[in-house]
């Protein structure tokens, strides 16, 4: 049996207004599962490499030494050796010696490309993995902003040759705001506005109904959902802190004016996010739905999913009647079109309560349980509005953790669910049991 693991980090701060527990639990969905090697998460173990893999390495080495004594240390095909060794030492997890070659076949690629040479992309690519293996979240940030910048320096904003890495930094940016929410300014504010440019990209170059905007339209939705979570946490020191915000009244009169223009300027714009957030997310959503609307031969699935994530955006809002609508269409839509195949996967959607927000964005891992693990049984109820009643917690490891049992108790308590559906209209859902698994740090 496979169980859900928690990051750690954020288990320690569940909140008070639906995030934490549940968004994990809600963003590992199979009904929108993806996968994308560069946003793996840190604990992704990369396989042994087989026996002729390991073999070929002294090889490898044996080649590059002979590039250098023919064409000294910058020989122009030195990189595609040191870009092969570094693959080498990918596959057996050797992900610091990896970094080694990769940096040195960047160098190699510069002196004899130059400091824009586009060539170097796939490289920098290649390091962003080991780092994140490695756990090194922060320098795997900084070359995903070294990507950006090797573009920039090759192509305009407008160019749509900027869209793929638009789309990458953008998710990455995201996907690491969601593992460490402390970090406002340096990813979600970064997400949002490459989504952003993501979107002023697509609609200038083909079009205001292109299927393109699909993909950049759900992540800055997802973008504002966080935003719209932060007016809870503006009293947060950790929140402040990022702007260099003073905790009392007493600090504010002697602080004030050391802060610079560019911190006051940068705090006002992300309330005007903040403010503004469940207007900018329900106009991405329900642009979705109008672009496949306007787009023939959609997958009808597609449709299916956009009209159900509108009525999540809704729920998630304290909206259910909004949302049921969205979802009674939704539901409606799939009888008309008489799809086995579609009505069946429908089914699967609405069988049972999903903790929401439920998008594809953001990666979670599941494992197989092992003793050790820490983790909170609970046996709950679900209303037909998405909301959590009769929290019973059955089973804890350790037993004497009461700060967890009450933090999972709290987190339910708060939680919203797409409700279950059954002949086309939402019911309760009782006697619900699930395990919250927390990793061993």
């Known amino acids: 049996m496979l169980h859900l693991i928690l990051p750690t980090n954020i288990v320690k701060k569940l909140s008070s207004h639906g995030l934490g527990v549940l968004t994990y639990v809600a963003l590992c969905s199979p009904a929108f599962a993806q996968t994308d090697q560069s ?43 040191l870009q092969s060794l570094a693959t080498r030492y990918q596959d057996q997890g050797l992900h610091e010696e990896a970094l080694i070659a990769l940096n040195r076949a960047i160098h190699v690629q510069r002196i004899n490309g130059g400091l824009y040479d586009l060539s170097q992309a796939p490289l920098i690519e290649q390091t962003i993995s080991s780092h994140v293996a490695l756990g090194d979240w922060n320098e795997a940030s900084n070359r995903h902003d070294h990507l950006l910048w090797l573009h920039q320096r090759n192509f305009a904003d407008d160019d749509p040759r900027m869209l793929p890495v638009f789309e990458k930094l953008s998710d990455w940016h995201l996907n690491a705001y969601s593992v460490n929410r402390s970090s406002v300014i340096g990813h979600l504010l970064n997400a949002y506005n490459l989504y952003n440019n993501s979107l002023a990209l697509i609609q200038s170059n083909f079009g205001q109904n292109d299927l393109r905007l699909v993909d950049p339209l759900r992540g800055y939705a997802l973008a504002n959902y966080y935003f719209a979570n932060l007016r809870f946490e503006q009293n947060d020191p950790a929140y402040r802190s990022q702007f260099n915000q003073p905790t009392s009244t007493a600090e504010f009169s002697t602080r004030d004016n050391r802060r610079s223009d560019r911190e006051i300027e940068l705090k006002l ?66 009888d008309e079109k008489n799809d086995e195949e579609l009505s069946n996967y429908a089914k699967s959607v609405f069988s049972h309560p999903t ?87």
């Open 39 to 81: 946003l793996a998460l840190a604990n992704d173990a990369s396989p042994p490499a087989p026996a002729a893999q390991t073999r070929l390495i002294p090889r490898i080495e044996n080649e590059i030494a002979r590039i250098e004594s023919e064409q000294g240390p910058f020989g122009a095909s030195l990189s595609e050796q």
């Open 269 to 334: 714009r992300i309330d005007q996010y903040i403010q503004s957030s469940y207007v900018q997310g329900k106009k991405a959503m329900l642009k979705i739905v109008d672009i496949y609307k306007h787009n023939d031969n959609v997958d009808p699935k597609e449709m299916f999913i956009a009209q159900v994530q509108l009525g999540d955006w809704y729920m998630l809002f304290n909206a259910p009647k909004a949302a049921a609508k969205e979802y009674e269409e939704a539901l409606a839509m799939v």
């Open 355 to 441: 903790a929401l927000p439920d998008q594809p964005l953001i990666e979670t891992e599941s494992y197989e349980l092992n003793g050790e693990s820490e983790f909170v049984m609970v046996k709950y109820d679900v209303t037909d509005n998405g909301n959590t009643r009769n929290i019973e917690v059955l089973d804890a490891q350790p037993e004497n953790n009461i700060g967890l049992r009450i933090n999972v108790k709290r987190n339910l308590r708060n939680a919203i669910f797409r409700p279950k559906y059954e002949n086309g209209k939402a019911v309760d859902t009782t006697g619900i049991v699930h395990r919250f698994v927390v990793p061993n740090s």
